[in-house]
C-alpha cells in the first residue's frame, strides 16, 4: 500500500486491542489520522488523542468483551492484545491469556460481522525460544513453512491461528493473520524486548535469523489489510527486506542453526522471512532498513 494513501473504510470506528502497547500505540497513532479508533488494553492512557478513546478492558473475560464490541460495533477489528515473551511469565499464563483473549475477541467480531487483522507471530515456526535443536526446511521461510513451537508463546499463536481460521469459516468474515518477525522502534530498540536479536550464540534460540520488521511498516500493513480485507483467512509474514545485522544471512542462520538446510535460496542479506505474500495480496512494501541505518529521531506516540 502506498505510504501516503488515505485509506477509505467503511465507516464507522475501528477497535484496536492492545492499544498501550509499544506495536499497538503505533497502530492507534497512524489509524486515528484517518478514522475514528477505540483503543482497548487493560488500563486507560494517561494521555490523549485526538480522534481515540479508550476502554479498560480485560480480554480474557468473555461478558466484558463481548459486552465492549457490540457496544462500539465497530467496523474493523485489530486485535494487537498478547503477552510475549514465555521467560518472564508463567507458561499457563502466557498461553491461557493470549488464547482464551483471542478466542473472546473473535469470536465477538464474527457474531458482529466485522472483519479483523490481528497478529501472531515468527514464533509459529519454533525457532525463537525452541530449546532443542532447530533448522529451517527451506530458506526464505514462507507461510507454507512448517509450524513446530516448543515454547507456551508459539504454541498459543499456533493455536491462536486455528481460532482465526474458524471464526472467518464459521462467520464468513475475513480474518488476516500476520506474522511480525522480531518488531523494531524508530529507536533501534525492540518492541517487545524478549531476546537480544544481535546475539547468535545461542544457537536456534537467536531464531529470528536477524528477520525484523520496523513498527511503522508494521502498522502500515495492518491498515493495507484493513482497507482491503481478503476473503475469508489469509496468514502473511511481515518483515522488512533484508536482515537487521548486516551481514550475509546465510552467515547468521550457520551461526545459530550449524548449517543451511539443503534449499537455501537467500541472496546477501535477503530476510530469512520471506514478505513476498504481503506484497502480493496487499501491494504492501516496508519502508525502512535497519541493517546498515542509525536510529531514525521519530518522535512516537506522545499520548501514551
Not at 486491542?17 to 475514528?36: F, I, K, Q, Y
Not at 519454533?126 to 515454547?151: N, T, V
Not at 507456551?152 to 493455536?159: E, F
Not at 518492541?191 to 511498516?217: E, F, K, M, W
Request: net charge negative; with cysteine.
Amino acid at each position: 500500500m502506498n505510504e501516503t494513501a488515505v485509506p477509505e473504510y467503511e465507516g464507522g470506528t475501528v477497535l484496536v486491542t492492545g492499544a498501550l502497547g509499544d506495536v499497538g500505540s503505533w497502530v492507534v497513532e497512524r489509524l486515528a489520522d484517518h478514522t475514528h479508533v477505540v483503543g482497548v488494553d487493560v488500563d486507560r492512557p494517561e494521555g490523549t488523542r485526538i480522534n481515540a478513546d479508550f476502554r479498560a478492558v480485560d480480554l480474557t473475560e468473555q461478558g466484558p468483551t463481548w459486552e465492549t464490541v457490540q457496544e462500539i460495533d465497530p467496523a474493523k477489528v485489530v486485535h494487537l492484545a498478547a503477552i510475549s515473551d514465555p521467560r518472564d511469565n508463567p507458561g499457563t499464563r502466557v498461553f491461557e491469556n493470549n488464547v482464551q483473549s483471542t478466542y473472546n475477541l473473535l469470536e465477538a467480531a464474527g457474531q458482529q460481522g466485522t472483519d479483523v487483522v490481528w497478529t501472531s507471530s515468527q514464533a509459529t515456526y519454533g525457532a525463537l525460544f525452541a530449546r532443542s535443536e532447530w533448522l529451517p526446511d527451506y530458506l526464505p521461510i514462507d507461510e507454507a513453512h512448517d509450524c513446530r513451537p516448543e515454547d507456551p508463546y508459539g504454541l498459543s499463536k499456533l493455536c491462536s491461528e486455528e481460532i482465526a481460521q474458524t471464526a472467518a469459516r464459521r462467520h464468513g468474515i475475513s480474518v488476516t493473520t500476520i506474522r511480525p518477525a522480531s518488531v523494531l522502534l524508530p529507536d533501534k530498540s525492540l518492541a517487545r524486548p524478549h531476546q537480544d536479536i544481535t546475539d547468535l550464540s545461542a544457537g536456534p534460540r537467536a531464531g529470528n535469523l536477524g528477520a525484523y520488521v520496523d513498527v511503522r511498516d508494521l502498522a502500515s500493513l495492518v491498515e493495507a489489510a484493513l482497507v482491503d480485507p481478503p476473503a475469508g483467512h489469509e496468514t502473511v509474514i511481515c518483515a522488512a527486506d533484508q536482515n537487521y545485522l548486516g551481514r550475509e544471512t546465510t552467515e547468521l542462520v550457520q551461526a545459530a542453526c550449524g548449517e543451511l538446510p539443503e534449499q537455501c535460496d537467500l541472496k546477501g542479506r535477503e530476510s530469512a522471512l520471506s514478505n513476498g505474500k504481503a506484497r502480493e495480496l496487499f501491494d504492501w512494501e516496508p519502508a525502512h532498513d535497519w541493517g546498515t541505518g542509525e536510529p531514525d529521531p521519530v518522535d512516537g506516540p506522545t499520548w501514551v
